[in-house]
C-alpha cells in the first residue's frame, strides 16, 4: 500500500544515501527511495537505518511471533517486522505485530493502519534502548496502539523479560501492567502462555 509522493527522490552526486527533502521523508517514501537498508524505519520524517541484529534479538521474536501464531484466536494474524504508518512523518518497524485477518491487503502489502494492530512488540538492542523504550512507546500510544511489550534481556540468566502495558483511552499513554520473568501468562489480548526460558530450544524439545 504506497502512494506517490510529491517531490522527487534526489541522490545527489556521489551520495551513497538520498538526500532528504527541506520538509522531511513522508511514510509513502520507504516504498519509493532506491537502495534502502532492510528495515528501515521513519522517525518524524528522518530515515533510521536498523544496526545488525544480535542471536537474542533473533531468537526472541522467533520464540514470541511462534507462540502468538499458536495461540491467537483464528481471526488473528502475526507477523514480525512489518511498518505501521502511524501519520505521514512516521513509518516504524515493530518486531512483532498481532492485528484482525481482515487487515491483510495481498502479497504485496508493506504497511499496516494502527487502528488495526492490537499488539506491537518491540525487542530492545543495544544501539535502539531509547527508540523502543521512550520514543516508539510514546507514539504507539498516540496512534491508538491498545497494547504493547517491551522485551529485554535479563541481565543474570539471559532470557527475554516483558514488560506489558496497556493503552489508557483517557489520556493516550501507556500504564505498566506487568512484568514477567520465565514465563508470560496473559488473558489480554487474548489467553497466552509463553515459556520465556525457550527462548534457545528448538519446537518439540
Not at 516508539?136 to 532470557?159: I, L, N, S, T
Request: charged fraction near 30%.
Amino acid at each position: 500500500m504506497s502512494a506517490a509522493s510529491d517531490h522527487e527522490i534526489d541522490a545527489g552526486p556521489g551520495s551513497r544515501w538520498p538526500i532528504p527533502p527541506a520538509e522531511g521523508w513522508t511514510a509513502d517514501d520507504l516504498d519509493r527511495i532506491p537502495d534502502l537498508p532492510p528495515h528501515t524505519e521513519l522517525i518524524d520524517g528522518s530515515l533510521v537505518f536498523m544496526s545488525p541484529q544480535t542471536a537474542f534479538h533473533a531468537r526472541c521474536m522467533r520464540l514470541l511471533e511462534n507462540r502468538l501464531l499458536e495461540q491467537a484466536p483464528a481471526r488473528l494474524d502475526v507477523l514480525r517486522e512489518m511498518t505501521i504508518k502511524l501519520d505521514q512523518k512516521n513509518r516504524p518497524e515493530p518486531d512483532i505485530v498481532v492485528f484482525p485477518i481482515e487487515a491483510n491487503t495481498g502479497p504485496g502489502q508493506t504497511w499496516y493502519d494502527p487502528a488495526d494492530i492490537i499488539l506491537a512488540v518491540e525487542v530492545v538492542s543495544p544501539d535502539s534502548r531509547e527508540r523502543d523504550r521512550e520514543v516508539k512507546p510514546r507514539k504507539y500510544a498516540q496512534a491508538g496502539v491498545r497494547h504493547f511489550w517491551r522485551v529485554e534481556q535479563d541481565d543474570d540468566k539471559g532470557f527475554p523479560v516483558v514488560y506489558v502495558y496497556e493503552l489508557d483511552p483517557a489520556t493516550n499513554s501507556y500504564a505498566l501492567s506487568g512484568i514477567y520473568h520465565d514465563r508470560l501468562k496473559l488473558t489480554v489480548p487474548f489467553d497466552i502462555e509463553i515459556d520465556l526460558t525457550a527462548i534457545d530450544r528448538r519446537p518439540g524439545e
